[in-house]
DNA sequence: CCCAAACGAACGATCGTTCGTTTGCTCTCA
DNA sequence: TGAGAGCAAACGAACGATCGTTCGTTTGGG
């Protein structure tokens, strides 16, 4: 029998926090997916929480990196918000299980690493925000509430995490342009 | 010290439930909430887990009703779906606990009991998506793929459980309003 | 005085985690 | 080439804590 790496274990429990929460995931759970017993998880990792901390980190630093890279783009509002959501809709199809631990088991965090990734969330909705203000600004949006306007926006590519499955009858490219065409519908 | 209700431990559950998850929700944690011990809940309950059955039957059937008193009025498409917008947002509002519950902690219900909830959900959904395909079919929406129109508008409406606070800027009224606007906005 | 409600001790199961031991691969050197 | 040392990985028993739940007892309002 061959031997674990870490990376193995923060992936296994990526997926079994994914799909059954935090605390319905044990770690004589997570042991048997890796055809380990619980005990043996020690070797690799300090705590159970240690793999959520990591595991969300992992998550808001993609969403992070990814508004960034647009925000600082140089193309109109309209187009960034095309961009936000095409690469949104990305991180989600190709990063499943981190995207869903990220978004739904954020809570479960200890307090001191949450503060951090609660402010990761907060900047990345602002990117969101900020953008669709601007989208309003130079008239490209009708007059709306760019807050609520970017909750909305988000609701449809978050909610990804849930129903996405790439074995579905549409590709990630396809979901995407249709979230596109959706939104872009919604704003103006 | 006055006596409790089995209704006050339901509503209790629905929302611990709700806001730590029914894993990170203890029988002793329920009955503090209520300033009793968590053995004196089976006055009221016979177990956790049908706590978690009533409190999500009783949102599934919420949504359930006001999905088929829209589907069966006599007017135009695009109509219903801003009838099926609004009544959502206000079962959400006046009810966040038990909508919460609802759609976040399914996943975690009995099998027996869980069939006939996903059911019920996929009866919902399919309101939404025949409504919309009407609306295709009529012209009132453009040519698109209504099961994923559907879903669409459903994360936008369903994220409510998310973010609402009915401290919040906007009423409950208002934010229904505007996600009429997005959603009709989206689907044309 | 009755009876539902609440108590509080206790049950077996499972939780996250620790720790001394065993396993089996890799590297070294005769 | 092969014996053996070193070491990370995995084991498995065990820890105290907490889980959902049971049950005999106490309590207090109608």
């Known amino acids: 029998m061959s031997t674990r790496s870490r990376e193995d274990v923060v992936e296994a429990a990526g997926r079994l926090f994914a799909s059954r929460g935090f605390h319905g995931t044990s770690m004589r759970d997570l042991g ?6 619980g005990s043996s998880l020690y070797s690799h990792v300090d705590s159970k929480e240690q793999l959520l901390v990591e595991i969300i980190q992992r998550g808001a630093g993609m969403f992070q990196e990814h508004a960034d890279r647009v925000a600082g783009g140089d193309v109109p509002p309209s187009e960034k918000v095309a961009d936000l959501v095409r690469g949104h809709v990305s991180i989600i199809t190709s990063n499943q299980d981190l995207s869903a631990t990220f978004l ?3 809570r479960f965090l200890p307090d001191e690493s949450r503060a951090a990734i609660v402010e990761m ?9 900020e953008v669709i203000a601007s989208g309003i600004a130079d008239g490209s949006f009708r007059e709306q509430n760019p807050a609520l306007a970017s909750i909305m ?7 990804l995490t849930r129903w996405y499955r790439p074995s579905g009858r549409q590709s990630a490219d396809e979901i995407g342009e249709a979230m ?7 704003l103006v």
Chains 1, 2 share one sequence.
């Open 104 to 106: 739904n088991e954020a």
């Open 121 to 129: 969330r907060d900047r990345y909705e602002a990117t969101f925000r």
């Open 153 to 159: 926006v988000l609701s449809v590519l978050n909610a």
């Open 180 to 186: 596109v065409a959706f939104v872009m519908g919604g």
């Open 32 to 37: 048997e997916e890796l055809g380990l017993l």
